[in-house]
């Protein structure tokens, strides 16, 4: 049996744990659906802080001015979203503050060329939420880059001089004018919308009623 081929947009922020929960249900999915379809990922642009200055800010008092929620409030998402994320074998360690990705989304349109999108996604991922560094800081994600085979110089001369700066923004204006105001959004084949942390299953069933139509 020949697999179904599938394209798969993934329209997240590293600064948000929800996307890392989303990308391993979906690989987990895919896993289990094995052989029968030939799925192609790619990861766009989509900020949720691009205010946000180079120092960053408390978590919990960013989240409690622009939610509206208490600390006791926050503590109890956080929990729900460690437990979450330990399902899907993603591991949350604690998340202090919040930061800018600009540049993080600039080196991930880089590493599309470098068919490395997704790998440096997931240690975007992890060194922000699970070690608790600073991904608006241009040494860690040379370090992330080198960690998945790409090339640090390289990585670093895209960081300084600017590069693709004008095409993540056209991708972020894009994905908003679709109407895409809340990440993880993922687009199967251009035509079908699955939102949030799903769990596996149901990225599962959502990728075989998929590939079940288009044959």
Known sequence: MTAQSLEIDFVSDVACPWCAIGLSSLQQALAHI?????????????????????????????????????????????????ERGAEV???????????????????????????????????????????????????????AAGSVGLDAEAAREVLESGQFADEVRAEEQEYQAMGIHSVPAIIFNRRYL??????????????????????
């Not at 939102?195 to 990225?203: D, K, L, T, Y």
């Open 34 to 82: 094995g052989r029968d379809v030939d799925a192609r990922i790619a990861m766009h642009p989509f900020e949720l802080n691009p205010d946000m200055g180079p120092e960053g800010e408390n978590v919990v008092e960013y989240l409690g001015k622009k939610y509206g929620r208490t600390p006791e409030q926050i503590a109890e998402t956080q929990a729900t979203i460690r």
């Open 89 to 143: 074998g993603f591991r949350f360690g604690e998340r202090k503050r919040v930061y800018n990705t600009f540049d993080a989304h600039r080196l991930l349109y880089w590493a599309k060329h470098e068919d490395k999108q997704v790998t440096l996604k997931l240690a975007l991922l992890k060194a922000y939420h699970t070690d608790g560094k600073d991904p608006s800081d241009r040494n860690v994600l040379i370090e």
């Open 194 to 215: 699955v939102s949030g942390g799903q769990p596996a299953e149901v990225f599962e069933q959502a990728i075989r009623q998929i590939i079940s139509e288009a044959q």
